[in-house]
């Protein structure tokens, strides 16, 4: 126990028509502060995407959570959100958002290795059914 440190994680959302408040979840972000992790693991299940009967464009879904990988990394790409501490752009991508794509509130836990956890809890909540294998 003595090993293991806090971690934050917000599951990430897929609301293709927000009006109508469905939504599907689609990813996972998580922050461990003290092992200086910041980390998204995501995929668009295409299937399901097309269940709601929308008219979303899946490339240009998949263009704008890819910034969110470099507001992860810190990449200089990222604009001024990428240079940001980690807990800061945590925090701003968790925020609360009224768009096609949304975080949950921010969940707590205990863990070791950050990158473990983030896949343990990606394949828990995002490739939980049959669909997504």
């Not at 934050?8 to 609301?15: D, F, M, N």
């Not at 922050?31 to 979303?56: H, P, Q, T």
């Not at 949950?104 to 049959?130: Q, R, W």
Request: net charge neutral.
């Amino acid at each position: 126990m003595q090993d293991k440190v806090t971690f934050e994680y917000a599951i990430i959302r897929l609301v293709p028509k927000v009006e109508r408040e469905e939504f599907f979840n689609i990813g996972v972000l998580l922050f461990s502060k003290r092992k200086k992790f910041l980390g998204v693991k995501y995929k668009i299940n295409e299937a399901k995407l097309n269940a709601f009967d929308c008219n979303l464009d899946i490339d240009a879904l998949n263009s704008y959570l890819k910034s969110w990988s470099l507001i992860c990394e810190g990449d200089k790409s990222a604009g001024v959100i990428g240079q940001l501490e980690l807990s800061d752009r945590f925090r701003w991508l968790a925020a609360a958002r009224s768009t096609v794509i949304q975080s949950s509130k921010t969940h707590s836990g205990l863990t070791d290795n950050p990158e473990k956890e983030l896949e343990a809890i990606f394949k828990a909540y995002v490739m939980c059914d049959n669909t997504d294998k």
